[in-house]
């Protein structure tokens, strides 16, 4: 029992990653404000539509809209219609300051019960004529303070996911996988290049096979993501692409071996392969997406795994995920290996 702890830990790591991971709620966030398009000098009302909010519930409501880094305008009456739906009354000044005639605003909601929320850039000023120097006065800088904190454990509310982050535990941590999984492929195929061993080819192939697996689980995942967010499950970025270039490489392995009728070859021509599709692993995965631009996080100039994207809450999940996938990427390997060794056995005796 003690020599198998490591496969316990994975089985107990990847129910946590399933239980709190999709069961956690999200924290309360904004889905719509109508309108979007407010001018300047006129009283206006905004209705906003909430996601796990409690706007009638509470008790203490406040609510801002904010223009730069500084500059902020309470609203002047609150008005909850249900627990997801309230109208915001705000007397919009003449002007605000700046040299433009067009801002864009951010919301700020806070209450007692579900703390603050934000939606950046969530309404669009526009003032006839400008008047820098006197706007700001009708503005107040003062800092927000005595904002409520959520209670309980939750995820952050992001408006472009939503509940797709929950995709944050499996589509990442399976690319991590898939890239330790490669990675301890190679160094057995270095290893049977070195001392020609036929065991560590069988752990090569037995690795490489898991490590595909979770290279089309993370295209799969990715896909499903990419819909959500871009609005397609294939937009061609070049994220998507450089990593089904990646998959059709080490899909070809497994070709270039199968055409191969000599095992000594097989397994000595495979591991140069191995090696090789490593080698534009990296390329193909970390450097060219970063060199264009790209929707997907990470490259391209577009951050990904920030503090916005992935709070502590979340990296309590994240990061045992991503070891509760390895050692399962791991166990697989070792009883497709297994299985392997006996297939040889059964052959030798025939």
């Given at each position: 029992m ?9 089985v107990?790591i990847l129910?946590?990653?399933f239980?709190v991971g ?5 924290g309360?966030g904004?889905?719509?404000i109508?309108?979007?398009s407010l001018t300047t000098?006129k009283?206006?009302?905004?209705k906003?539509?909430?996601y ?10 406040s ?6 880094k500084n500059l902020?305008?309470p609203?002047?009456?609150?008005e909850a ?7 915001l ?15 864009s605003?951010?919301?700020i909601?806070d ?7 934000v939606?950046?850039s969530?309404v ?15 503005w107040s800088?003062a ?5 409520h ?12 996911l ?6 944050t535990?499996?589509?990442?941590p399976?690319?991590?996988?898939m890239m ?13 290049l ?8 069988w752990?090569?192939?037995a690795?490489t ?6 290279g ?6 990715g896909a499903?993501?990419?819909k959500w967010?871009?609005g397609?499950?294939w937009?061609?970025?070049i994220?998507?692409n450089m990593s089904?270039?990646?998959m ?6 497994f ?5 191969l009728d ?6 000595k021509?495979g591991?140069?392969?191995?090696i ?10 970390f450097?060219?997406p970063r060199l264009t631009?790209s929707?997907?996080?990470g ?5 990904g795994?920030g503090?916005?994207?992935?709070d502590?809450?979340?990296r309590?999940v ?16 070792n009883?497709?290996?297994r299985?392997d060794?006996i ?8």
């Amino acid at each position: 029992m003690l020599k198998h702890w490591w496969k316990i830990l994975a089985v107990l790591i990847l129910l946590y990653t399933f239980t709190v991971g999709l069961l956690v709620p999200l924290g309360p966030g904004i889905t719509a404000i109508a309108p979007q398009s407010l001018t300047t000098g006129k009283v206006v009302q905004l209705k906003i539509e909430g996601y796990n909010s409690h706007y009638a519930s509470a008790t203490e409501k406040s609510a801002w809209l904010k223009v730069g880094k500084n500059l902020t305008l309470p609203a002047t009456k609150i008005e909850a219609a249900s627990e997801q739906d309230m109208l915001l009354t705000f007397e919009i000044p003449a002007h605000f300051p700046g040299e433009k005639k067009v801002a864009s605003a951010s919301l700020i909601l806070d209450n007692d019960i579900d703390g603050s929320s934000v939606k950046p850039s969530a309404v669009v000023l526009t003032q006839e004529t400008l008047a820098p120097e006197g706007a700001a006065l009708a503005w107040s800088t003062a800092t927000l303070t005595g904002l409520h904190d959520k209670s309980g454990m939750n995820f952050p509310f992001r408006n472009i996911l939503a509940e797709t982050i929950r995709n944050t535990y499996f589509h990442v941590p399976l690319w991590f996988g898939m890239m330790i999984l490669f990675l301890v492929s190679v160094i057995y195929s270095i290893r049977y290049l070195l001392y020609l061993q036929p065991k560590d080819d069988w752990k090569a192939v037995a690795f490489t096979r898991v490590g595909v697996l979770y290279g089309m689980l993370g295209l799969l995942t990715g896909a499903l993501w990419a819909k959500w967010t871009w609005g397609a499950y294939w937009s061609w970025d070049i994220k998507q692409n450089m990593s089904a270039i990646a998959m059709l490489i080490y899909l070809a392995y497994f070709v270039l071996r199968g055409s191969l009728d000599d095992m000594e070859k097989q397994a000595k021509i495979g591991a140069v392969f191995n090696i090789f599709a490593f080698a534009a692993l990296i390329p193909l995965l970390f450097v060219i997406p970063r060199l264009t631009s790209s929707l997907h996080p990470g490259n391209g100039g577009n951050p990904g795994l920030g503090s916005e994207d992935l709070d502590n809450t979340m990296r309590m999940v994240f990061y045992p995920a991503i070891i509760g996938w390895t050692l399962l990427g791991v166990w697989m390997s070792n009883l497709l290996h297994r299985m392997d060794r006996i297939k040889e056995y059964l052959f030798d005796r025939m």
